[in-house]
């Protein structure tokens, strides 16, 4: 540990336990970080899809995801740039949902989730599975504004939040791991924020 | 956002960086030189991120784009606009001085970077014309500054940086509230005129500035006809 000179920031004895190493809490600010043109998305043509390894492909409207079981995550959300946001509240419904419509096959170990911009990330199955992953419309009660991913996102909290995919469009199941946008650009390809997985080879 | 990126070098660890240099652009922003023992040929328009860590093991990081042209690797520049409440960067203001060390660890970043050889067209407003101006060096340096138009969007001539630098026949300035007396353009917004003199077909776009800049600049954008796909956007918020 290199301590910097006249350094003594907001003390660590004062850390939430809730905030993982290197990141700081932002408070009520929720900051926007997208890398391309915030998208215009109608919910009367807005899709999710869940295809590839799958024994039943399956799209569903705006409407017929509504009409699935709701659920909800309240906890914290972390991003690469190092701000989290605590007890944040998002409803949808969970990923377990719509898999267990499409039904993986048994060769799926992994996921690439795709935006409607043409954004991808990948991820494990097993870390879109068993509650771990959501697809939510709603945050504290109020639908998702468009530039934090609205009208729906994929929100998976215990990684790196640029794995919550942005104006997510679906669901691709493979049997490899396949880097999306940020992971071919340098970013970590399953970012646990307690592991402070940000870049490759972290 | 269709392009395949080219690959990234993979990134390094930290580094203890010495600073060499510190000196004002404007009242809130301020350049540092930073000499590295281990340096790393970066892209214009990519970032580093600055560690600080406090004696009781509290450490508090932010990113900061590389304003100094990818010849420059032995030593980088890194632009810091003071943010009211910045941790980091306020830090970085009031109590950093030339001699001392930091550590920084990239560069980072292989999306929003301009490679010297085709055609863009660079938006940026305030702190965000940092990593626009490695893009305008490098092309300048290199004899290509016909491939690049620079929109530059500043408060008032005070807080319009690089000014000394910037002024160029591929650059524009517009003032949103305050502009030189004799200033041809009346202050205001961004708007779609001045992007319109600045397109050009084939050119992809970068667009940098605050998320209210960025997403007013990229809406005038497509207004003019520009393909979203075309656009990339970095967005600076208030997490320094």
Same mark, same amino acid.
């Not at chain 1, 493979?174 to 490759?200: A, M, S, T």
């Not at chain 2, 600073?19 to 540092?32: G, L, R, S, Y």
């Not at chain 2, 100094?68 to 009031?94: A, K, M, N, W, Y």
């Not at chain 2, 085709?118 to 893009?135: D, F, R, Y």
């Given at each position: 540990?290199?301590?910097?000179?006249?350094?003594?920031?907001?003390?660590?004895?004062?850390?939430?336990?809730?905030?993982?190493?290197?990141?700081?809490?932002?408070?009520?600010?929720? %900051?926007?970080?997208?890398?391309?043109?915030?998208?215009?998305?109608?919910?009367?043509?807005?899709? /999710?899809?869940?295809?590839?390894?799958? #024994?039943?492909?399956?799209?569903?409207?705006? #409407?017929?995801?509504?009409?699935?079981?709701?659920?909800?995550?309240?906890?914290?959300?972390?991003?690469?740039?190092?701000?989290?946001?605590?007890?944040?509240? /998002?409803?949808?419904?969970?990923?377990?949902?719509?898999?267990?419509?499409?039904?993986?096959?048994?060769?799926?170990?992994?996921?690439?989730?795709?935006?409607?911009?043409?954004?991808?990330?990948?991820?494990?199955?097993?870390?879109?599975?068993?509650?771990?992953?959501?697809?939510?419309?709603?945050?504290?009660?109020?639908?998702?504004?468009?530039?934090?991913?609205?009208?729906?996102?994929?929100?998976? %909290?215990?990684?790196?939040?640029?794995?919550?995919?942005?104006?997510?469009?679906?669901?691709?199941?493979?049997?490899?791991?396949? %880097?999306?946008?940020?992971?071919?650009?340098?970013?970590?390809?399953?970012?646990?924020?307690?592991?402070?997985?940000?870049?490759?080879?972290? | 956002?269709?392009?395949?990126?080219?690959?990234?070098?993979?990134?390094?660890?930290?580094?203890?960086?010495?600073?060499?240099?510190?000196?004002?652009?404007?009242?809130?922003?301020?350049?540092? +030189?930073?000499?590295?023992?281990?340096?790393?040929?970066?892209?214009?328009?990519?970032?580093?991120?600055? +560690?600080?860590?406090?004696?009781?093991?509290?450490?508090?990081? $932010?990113?900061?784009?590389?304003?100094?042209?990818?010849?420059?690797?032995?030593?980088?520049?890194?632009?810091?606009?003071?943010?009211?409440?910045?941790?980091?960067?306020?830090?970085?203001?009031?109590?950093?001085?030339? !001699?001392?060390?930091?550590?920084? $660890?990239?560069?980072?970043? !292989?999306?929003?970077?301009?490679?010297?050889?085709?055609?863009?067209?660079?938006? !940026?407003?305030?702190?965000?014309?940092?990593?626009?101006?490695?893009?305008?060096?490098?092309?300048?340096?290199? *004899?290509?500054?016909?491939?690049?138009?620079?929109?530059?969007?500043?408060?008032?001539?005070?807080?319009?940086?690089?000014?000394?630098?910037?002024?160029?026949?591929?650059?524009?300035?517009?003032?949103?509230?305050?502009?030189?007396?004799?200033?041809? $353009?009346?202050? *205001?917004?961004?708007?779609?005129?001045?992007?319109?003199?600045?397109?050009?077909?084939?050119?992809?776009?970068?667009?940098?500035?605050?998320?209210?800049?960025?997403?007013?600049?990229?809406?005038?954008?497509?207004?003019?006809?520009?393909?979203?796909?075309?656009? +990339?956007?970095? $967005?600076? !918020?208030?997490?320094?």
């Amino acid at each position: 540990m290199r301590i910097t000179r006249g350094f003594h920031g907001r003390g660590q004895a004062s850390r939430d336990p809730r905030l993982p190493p290197g990141q700081y809490d932002t408070g009520s600010a929720w %900051p926007v970080l997208t890398a391309e043109a915030t998208p215009k998305l109608a919910t009367d043509t807005w899709s /999710f899809t869940v295809e590839g390894l799958v #024994e039943a492909p399956t799209t569903w409207s705006w #409407e017929a995801m509504h009409a699935l079981a709701p659920a909800t995550f309240q906890g914290d959300i972390h991003c690469v740039t190092t701000w989290s946001k605590l007890g944040a509240t /998002f409803s949808g419904v969970s990923v377990d949902t719509v898999l267990a419509a499409a039904r993986p096959l048994p060769s799926a170990t992994h996921v690439l989730a795709f935006g409607h911009t043409g954004y991808t990330t990948n991820l494990p199955l097993a870390d879109v599975t068993v509650g771990q992953a959501w697809v939510v419309w709603d945050y504290e009660g109020r639908p998702l504004p468009v530039e934090h991913g609205g009208p729906a996102r994929l929100l998976v %909290p215990h990684l790196y939040f640029w794995k919550s995919a942005k104006w997510v469009a679906g669901l691709r199941l493979l049997d490899h791991d396949e %880097p999306g946008f940020w992971e071919q650009n340098g970013y970590h390809d399953r970012g646990d924020p307690w592991l402070e997985q940000r870049y490759q080879g972290d | 956002m269709t392009d395949q990126p080219s690959p990234v070098p993979s990134l390094g660890g930290w580094q203890t960086a010495t600073v060499i240099d510190i000196h004002p652009e404007t009242p809130n922003a301020k350049t540092f +030189r930073l000499a590295l023992p281990t340096p790393s040929p970066h892209l214009a328009g990519q970032h580093y991120l600055v +560690r600080l860590t406090a004696p009781d093991g509290y450490v508090a990081s $932010r990113s900061y784009s590389v304003a100094s042209p990818p010849q420059d690797t032995v030593e980088i520049e890194l632009t810091v606009e003071r943010l009211p409440d910045g941790e980091v960067s306020s830090f970085l203001h009031e109590v950093v001085m030339p !001699g001392d060390e930091l550590e920084v $660890r990239g560069p980072i970043g !292989g999306w929003f970077v301009w490679r010297g050889e085709a055609p863009a067209l660079l938006v !940026g407003g305030g702190s965000g014309v940092v990593p626009l101006m490695a893009m305008l060096r490098l092309a300048r340096r290199t *004899g290509r500054a016909h491939l690049l138009r620079l929109v530059v969007s500043a408060r008032s001539p005070a807080d319009l940086y690089y000014a000394g630098e910037l002024p160029g026949p591929e650059t524009t300035i517009i003032y949103s509230r305050t502009a030189p007396p004799g200033w041809a $353009r009346p202050p *205001g917004r961004l708007n779609r005129d001045d992007l319109t003199a600045a397109l050009a077909p084939e050119a992809t776009t970068y667009v940098c500035g605050s998320p209210g800049f960025a997403d007013a600049a990229t809406d005038l954008l497509i207004g003019a006809g520009v393909a979203p796909g075309r656009i +990339r956007v970095e $967005r600076f !918020g208030p997490t320094g």
